[in-house]
């Protein structure tokens, strides 16, 4: 099958596939120097649970995490995640990596090599490699995503998100995988009706609600 043929499957890194809450959380204990069970791990859209106004707010956590503590090279995969992707890719689905790590200045080429280091180490398997805000003007079949917002822009513009399940999404609405049994499930699913509709010349596929 051409590449150009194939189901692509968006696939945001940050909630999704690495568990960047669990990670920034102990940085944020050093940055803030108050012990790690100070900081909830329940936390909502922004961490407001975790009072970084009164450290700056989160830019400077953020920057010092990626430039000082290397964050992007050291979060954990979250479970199941890397060899449900591998399987996936296995079954020649096209995985496009769209992640939006570039939204702080000056320091993108350490969040590039870490990403990148991140994702050979943990044989996480991608055939592109997106640092984009707007996520749908990529272009995919189908996306992973875990932040609110963009959720909600990717389906207004038209396209399929399943929303991966934490403690800052708990609002949104399905299709929703809260482990990645679940995703890969839904995925399989996706991608089996996207391949019947090729067969018909009905490309757009749909999930059930």
């Not at 692509?8 to 809450?21: K, P, S």
């Not at 940085?27 to 936390?43: I, K, S």
């Not at 003007?137 to 875990?146: H, K, Q, S």
Request: charged residues 25%.
């Amino acid at each position: 099958m051409d590449t150009n043929e194939r189901f692509v499957l968006g696939v945001d890194l940050d909630g999704v596939v690495a568990d960047f809450y669990g990670g920034l959380r102990i940085v944020a204990a050093e940055w803030l120097g108050v012990p790690l069970d100070h900081l909830p791990e329940e936390v909502t859209y922004g961490l407001p649970e975790w009072n970084l106004e009164s450290a700056g707010g989160y830019e400077p956590l953020h920057r010092f995490a990626v430039t000082q503590r290397g964050l992007f090279k050291s979060l954990t995969p979250l479970p199941g995640a890397a060899p449900a992707l591998r399987r996936l890719s296995g079954r020649n689905i096209r995985i496009r990596i769209i992640t939006h790590r570039l939204f702080i200045k000056y320091f993108h080429g350490q969040a590039l090599s870490q990403t990148i280091e991140w994702l050979e180490h943990h044989g996480i398997p991608y055939w592109d490699l997106c640092f984009m805000k707007e996520k749908a003007a990529v272009g995919a079949d189908l996306y992973l995503e875990d932040a609110p917002q963009n959720v909600e822009k990717i389906r207004a513009a038209g396209f399929e998100a399943i929303c991966v399940g934490n403690s800052t999404n708990r609002h949104v609405g399905p299709p929703r995988a809260d482990s990645w049994e679940e995703v890969e499930r839904q995925v399989i699913e996706a991608h089996e009706r996207w391949l019947r509709r090729q067969d018909t010349g009905q490309l757009r596929i749909e999930l059930p609600h």
